[in-house]
């Protein structure tokens, strides 16, 4: 009897203990709603991969701005990114992004052919966080409206990272201090900007 008592007591102690388990990343379904909700300027906050190509980027961007618009199909957005790498500021605006409804993935299309698959991951409306699929690393991004974003959003995302295994070290950030002068309109094609 004792002995039942003292594990029934300490049973809510050690189920207090134990680590929480981790959400899935339940992606958003894309839909006539959902994809124009997109469109417009977004600001890269922070990343994570293991994957060798993209830590070599995610290493060497230190801001970057980017915008969908429409794009000549329906399930298709022009994308043009505004991006410091190395000190130098490059505007790129010859890359797509194909919406496929199908199985609600966004897929990055540049020069040189697809260059990522992602699923855009349930959160606030103003976030964009991305599980990059194509590769066979775990790969994590986070951008939103602003350049910055709250602690509460920013924990969320971090939670994501810790659940595919990412430690703080293995997160990179943008910063609004390297920030390239953003375009005013399309008449700005000089690939390199201040």
């Keep these: 009897m004792l002995a039942t008592l003292t594990l029934l007591l300490g049973l809510p102690l050690a189920l ?3 680590p929480q388990s981790c959400a899935p990343l339940v992606p958003v379904t894309f839909n006539s709603t959902t994809v124009p909700q997109l469109l417009g300027q977004w600001f890269y906050i922070a990343g994570a991969s293991r994957y ?14 980017f915008s969908f618009s429409p794009g000549s ?12 790498m190395n000190e130098t500021c490059v505007v790129r605006n010859f890359s797509k992004i194909q919406v496929s409804q199908e199985n609600s ?13 992602a699923r855009l991951i349930q959160s606030d ?5 991305l599980n990059h699929i194509n590769i066979d690393s ?10 910055n974003v709250s602690k509460e959003h920013m924990e969320e995302f971090k939670a994501h990272l810790q659940c595919l295994g990412f430690t703080e070290q293995e997160v990179f950030y943008a910063s609004t201090e390297h920030a390239c002068p953003l375009p005013r309109g399309e008449d700005n094609a000089d690939p390199q900007l201040g």
């Design 52 to 65: 060798p190509p993209h830590l070599a980027e995610l290493r060497a961007v230190t801001f970057e701005a």
């Design 138 to 147: 775990p790969n994590l991004s986070l951008s939103a409206r602003t350049p």
């Design 16 to 18: 207090a203990t134990e």
């Design 73 to 84: 199909h329906e399930d298709e957005l022009n994308i043009t990114e505004i991006i410091r």
């Design 105 to 117: 993935t966004l897929v990055h299309v540049d020069d040189k052919g697809v260059a990522s698959t």
């Design 125 to 129: 409306k103003d976030l964009l966080i």
